[in-house]
């Protein structure tokens, strides 16, 4: 069946901010780099949070081709068997910097090196010897390949994206990590929506619900508002596809109740405005869905 055009949104990448501290520490000079990105633009970005899981609002594009310089020099001349670590960590930072490069252009060649840097830093990197950085790179792996599935529709991407994260959760506890761990959840409940949409299938629209509720455990309107909303926001888009695929009218109701909720998160903790605009629409969507499927035309009007 054909679903509903909903507008979904993304949290800060973490870890690509991550890959850019490393960069920044890894340089011998203190020459600067504009970092930030472009001011002598006027027009509101309506698209900030949009975009992908790579967006880098805080940097130009000439941080991220400066840092894939430095990175892919410096493996050039370390020595892996002497460095194998410091080796894996640039691998690790190397492939978030390819992964948001892949995304400005959508090209399939640099997520797949991207993928391969997270898969040789996972060599050196071990669940035993070296547990959170094995979880943050296994992390990484998952959200590369869902962005190349997502791009290419590719239902066996999606799935290795799956086990990615699943194997990341077993080092990242909701107790020691829960930052980590709802980002985690997040990313699944992401992966789960894409992946079920392009295979019609009713059960992991419902693993992704469960996983954005997760995720919703822990984040908080002061501390995490960008990911609450987000996460309030894809738990309606979900639900929302899955009230249409099971012509549920009680399903479109939770979905218009978790649009609602990021919608408030949005204006209580001043969001970007556009993102506010996105859960109205996507509100209105599902009032619409609603009024057909209870046959009431007066709730697509309120």
């Avoid at 789960?192 to 995720?215: C, D, E, I, M």
């Amino acid at each position: 069946m054909k679903f509903s055009n909903n507008y979904i949104f993304y949290p800060d990448n973490l870890e690509l901010v991550k890959a850019i501290d490393h960069f920044y520490g890894l340089r011998d000079d203190q020459t600067v780099i504009n970092g930030a990105s472009d001011s002598s633009v006027t027009v509101r970005d309506n698209f900030l949070h949009t975009r992908g899981n790579y967006e880098h609002h805080r940097y130009s594009t000439a941080v991220l081709n400066s840092a894939r310089e430095l990175f892919e020099s410096t493996l050039t001349e370390l020595s892996r068997a002497e460095s194998p670590l410091e080796w894996a960590a640039i691998q690790n930072s190397l492939g978030n910097i390819l992964s948001a490069l892949a995304q400005q252009i959508m090209d399939v060649e640099l997520y797949e090196k991207a993928i391969q840097a997270f898969t040789l830093a996972l060599e050196e990197f071990s669940r035993e010897e070296t547990p959170l950085e094995w979880a943050a790179a296994q992390y990484n792996l998952g959200t590369a390949t869902q962005a190349l599935g997502r791009q290419l529709d590719d239902a066996k991407l999606l799935k290795e994206s799956v086990d990615a994260y699943t194997d990341a959760l077993l080092e990242w506890s909701r107790e020691n990590s829960p930052e980590e761990w709802a980002m985690t959840m997040f990313q699944l409940g992401a992966t789960f929506h894409t992946h079920g949409s392009l295979l019609k299938g009713n059960r992991t629209f419902q693993k992704s619900v469960v996983a954005f509720k997760n995720a919703l455990a822990v984040f908080d309107a002061d501390l995490h508002a960008l990911a609450l909303s987000a996460t309030h926001n894809s738990r309606g888009v979900v639900l929302h596809n899955l009230a249409e695929s099971e012509e549920n009218a009680e399903r479109m109701e939770e979905a218009l109740r978790s649009y609602e909720t990021a919608l408030s998160v949005c204006m209580e903790q001043q969001l970007p405005f556009h993102l506010a605009v996105l859960c109205r629409v996507n509100r209105s969507t599902a009032r619409a869905g609603l009024a057909e499927l209870s046959k009431d035309s007066t709730i697509a009007e309120e």
